[in-house]
């Protein structure tokens, strides 16, 4: 069986385009992209919290999965990288684009849990995970990526990786799944009401 996905958005290759031009490498894998979007359409009116939008490319695979009463609020750092993504996706009236750090954002947040949780930085995955764990709503699903070797990854980091899975897998409000696919993935789904 062959595991490429067939749909794709159709921003995708003027994101990919742009990601090159700014030599931006970490965006997500279309395996991962595909699931995403598989993720959000099984939430319709769904709240989707992405960290770390990069240029947009798995802000633009959430989008093609969700449904009109879907909303996503997608934080970035980078404004430079971020301002691409708003260029291409920001007239979505589904998506909300926040600058700044995802640790103060998360800290700060005070509103609805999500439905999903996409981390794709260091906030909300290395750093401040009890927080975003505390926003996953019941039967909601958070979900990491990169956990196989990447290139650009800091030295040491397989320690950190593997106190990070731990840390989850041990966790008895959550149900965990490793993935040794696409780029490394774990999905957590929240137990209870």
Same mark, same amino acid.
């Given at each position: 069986?062959?595991?490429?996905?067939t749909?794709f958005?159709?921003?995708?290759?003027s994101? $990919?385009?742009? #990601?090159?031009?700014?030599?931006f490498?970490?965006?997500?894998?279309?395996?991962t992209g595909?699931?995403?979007?598989?993720?959000?359409?099984a $939430?319709p009116?769904?709240? %989707?919290?992405?960290?770390?939008?990069g240029?947009?490319? !798995?802000? #633009? &695979?959430l989008?093609?999965?969700?449904?009109p009463?879907?909303?996503l609020?997608?934080v970035?750092?980078?404004?430079?990288?971020q301002?691409?993504?708003?260029?291409?996706?920001?007239?979505?009236?589904r998506?909300?684009?926040?600058a700044?750090?995802?640790?103060? &954002?998360?800290? !700060?947040?005070? !509103?609805?849990?999500?439905?999903?949780?996409?981390?794709?930085?260091w906030? !909300?995955?290395?750093?401040?995970l009890d927080?975003?764990l505390e926003?996953?709503?019941?039967?909601?699903?958070?979900? %990491?990526?990169?956990?196989?070797?990447?290139?650009? &990854?800091p030295?040491?980091?397989?320690?950190p990786?593997?106190?990070?899975?731990?840390?989850?897998?041990?966790?008895?409000d959550?149900?965990t799944?490793?993935?040794?696919w696409?780029s490394?993935?774990?999905?957590?789904v929240?137990?209870?009401?």
């Amino acid at each position: 069986m062959d595991d490429t996905p067939t749909r794709f958005p159709e921003v995708l290759l003027s994101l $990919r385009s742009r #990601a090159r031009a700014a030599g931006f490498g970490m965006s997500s894998e279309e395996r991962t992209g595909a699931l995403l979007a598989a993720l959000a359409a099984a $939430r319709p009116g769904g709240r %989707i919290l992405e960290l770390g939008t990069g240029v947009g490319e !798995g802000t #633009a &695979w959430l989008l093609s999965g969700m449904d009109p009463r879907s909303r996503l609020v997608s934080v970035e750092l980078d404004t430079a990288l971020q301002a691409l993504a708003r260029e291409h996706l920001g007239s979505d009236p589904r998506v909300t684009f926040v600058a700044g750090d995802g640790g103060a &954002w998360l800290d !700060g947040y005070d !509103g609805e849990p999500f439905d999903l949780v996409f981390a794709d930085t260091w906030p !909300g995955k290395f750093t401040h995970l009890d927080r975003v764990l505390e926003l996953v709503a019941p039967g909601g699903t958070y979900l %990491i990526d990169d956990l196989l070797p990447q290139p650009g &990854w800091p030295e040491g980091h397989a320690a950190p990786l593997a106190e990070l899975l731990d840390r989850l897998e041990r966790r008895t409000d959550f149900r965990t799944v490793r993935m040794t696919w696409a780029s490394g993935l774990l999905m957590a789904v929240r137990c209870g009401t």
